[in-house]
């Protein structure tokens, strides 16, 4: 009678350990190339079905930093329905705020499966009001371009 009672319980496990598996997966966070001037801290995970526009977020992760460099994350995002098709995006978090998020993964449509190896990178770190976005600087040759793009901010009193 143990016995029938073991074997039964290490069904249902092994059932529930299927049934989990399915509807996962894991995504490689690619830190952002710029971290706003703060340390960043919180990534917000972000997904949407193909056919729908508003995004959702499915979870959150903190940042690592290893050395002193911000590292790749591996992050599992769970919950998806099988069959359907998703997208998903990062934003990241510093002292000052939330960025925008960064570009938008490959599609991947959920299987019975952990889907991986899709790497999604992360949006830049908020900057900092008063704070000249150096990103932008880079892509403008004028101070007149650099007017335009209105990144001049007035200058905080110290």
Partial sequence: MKTSKFFIVLILVLVSNIAFAAGKVTLTIKPPVHDGGSRLMIYYVEYREIHEKDWKENGTVPVPMVGGKYVDMPYTAENLTEGETYIFRVRVENYYGTGEPGSSSKKV?????????????????????????????????????????????????D
């Fill in 109 to 157: 449509t959920v299987t019975s499966e952990d889907q991986s190896g899709i790497e999604v990178q992360s949006g830049p770190g908020f900057i900092k009001p008063g704070r000249v976005n150096s990103s932008v600087l880079s892509n403008v040759s004028s101070a007149n371009q650099i007017r335009a793009t209105g990144v001049l901010h007035k200058k905080e009193e």
